[in-house]
């Protein structure tokens, strides 16, 4: 196994055009009134984008198509990971991994999964397409981690009455020792007990809160110990998109200032699923601020209960 | 609004919120061990407050302690009613 670091060499976020505020998807699902205005002046949730018309394919495929496209040689991608946290996102005799894995070309990779760690699966994917490219000889292989899905049904677009979810897709083009931006570390903690996912038992649903803020603070320690950091170096937290109360109260526990974590996306996007953490990281991009040599820490939080981060040292290229 | 139109406006509120009547809550009621509320409902109730008595929820002030029992949700209203005027 070599010493090669993973890399992150290109990021692509797609979110469709149609924006609607959450009060339309409240009244769709017969959300009591005060339900959806607790979710906007407690959550701080206000719009979603989604598409009816466009399928799952199309929206993954919407953001790896950016990637691949813009890869000189798409044949170096050796691996494709599709990150998705609702366990079946096709009918059980299609393997969407491998559906998507040839609408985009990519006639020699490898496609699978990662689905076990719910919303948390993209940062692990990251984490696994890594591991996989350093088991290659070859310095010039690539992995491909793509994330998006359709929040179709009632019990996914409102979690626990805490998230609503919208729709987003990202693709990021994963190297071993190539010249994107660094992945410092990666640190998780699981918690055992809540592997129904979305169909948690109450009780359960009240552990799940109630360690919420102490578990995701232990795993952002972790990866920090791990790259010999101290909240002091982070340049920026990179958040999952869940409710503004539930990070408030993170961020208090963790002794973060609010202006060092990036929020805006919770309102603009809600929460989507796998994406948040690169949808935002890309956004944070776009609009121009990622600084070079900054360090970013990136969040997920999966029912089941993963709770993830990853330390993103950006060396100011293209990804 | 006087001490007793709050009270009954918490007991009305909860009511349209969990869809069942409340007719013997005292302000000793406990909001979580007597009437099995979590915190995703109290949010709700307060949502419903809010918009019946016309004050603002700041959602960084709340504390625990404002919830414990139907008569200190009474004070946290009041309390708040005193900042709008």
């Known amino acids: 196994m070599s010493s090669r670091v993973t890399t992150l060499e290109r990021i692509a976020a797609y979110t469709p055009s149609n924006s609607v505020p959450i009060e339309a998807v409240g009244e769709s699902l017969g959300l009591h009134r005060y339900v959806v205005r607790m979710f906007r002046n407690i959550h701080g949730f206000d719009r979603l984008h989604e598409d009816a018309q466009l399928d799952l394919f199309g929206l993954v495929t919407a953001a790896a198509d950016l990637v691949v496209k813009a890869t000189p040689d798409p044949s170096v991608i050796k691996y494709l990971l599709f990150a998705h946290t609702v366990l079946d996102v096709t009918p059980s005799h299609v393997d969407a991994a491998d559906v998507i894995r040839e609408a985009l070309g990519l006639a020699d990779a490898d496609a699978f999964a990662v689905t076990q760690q719910h919303c948390a699966s993209g940062l692990a994917a990251i984490d696994i397409a890594g591991e996989l490219l350093r088991s290659e000889d070859d310095p010039t292989a690539r992995a491909l981690v793509i994330t998006g899905e359709k929040p179709v049904t009632a019990r996914f677009r409102v979690v626990n009455n805490t998230t609503i979810l919208g729709e987003a897709s990202t693709a990021c083009l994963v190297g071993a020792g190539g010249t994107g931006d660094v992945v410092r570390a990666y640190g998780t903690k699981t918690q055992v007990l809540l592997s129904d996912g979305v169909y948690l038992a109450e009780d359960l649903v009240t552990e799940f809160n109630d360690n919420y803020t102490a578990f995701l603070a232990e795993a952002i320690h972790k990866a920090l110990s791990q790259a010999g950091l101290t909240l002091d170096d982070i340049t920026m937290l990179v958040p999952h998109n869940v409710s503004r109360l539930l990070w408030w109260r993170t961020l208090d526990e963790l002794g973060i200032d609010r202006s060092r974590a990036f929020f805006d996306n919770i309102g603009r996007y809600s929460h989507c699923c796998c994406a948040d953490p690169f949808l935002n990281y890309a956004t944070l991009r776009d609009e121009g601020r990622l600084v070079e040599g900054g360090l970013y820490l990136l969040t997920s939080v999966g029912l089941g209960a993963t709770y993830a981060a990853m330390v993103i040292e950006h060396r100011g290229g293209t990804a | ?85």
């Open chain 2, 1 to 85: 609004m006087d001490r007793s139109s709050v009270v009954k406006t918490i007991t009305g509120a909860l009511s349209d919120i969990m869809q069942r009547e409340y007719s013997d809550v005292t302000e000793e009621t406990r909001l979580f061990e007597d009437l099995h509320l979590d915190s995703t409902s109290v949010l709700t109730l307060l949502m419903a407050l809010e918009d019946q008595t016309g004050i603002e929820v700041d959602p960084e002030s709340l504390q625990m302690e404002n919830f414990q029992t139907i008569g200190t949700l009474a004070d946290y209203i009041e309390g708040n009613l005193d900042v709008s005027v």
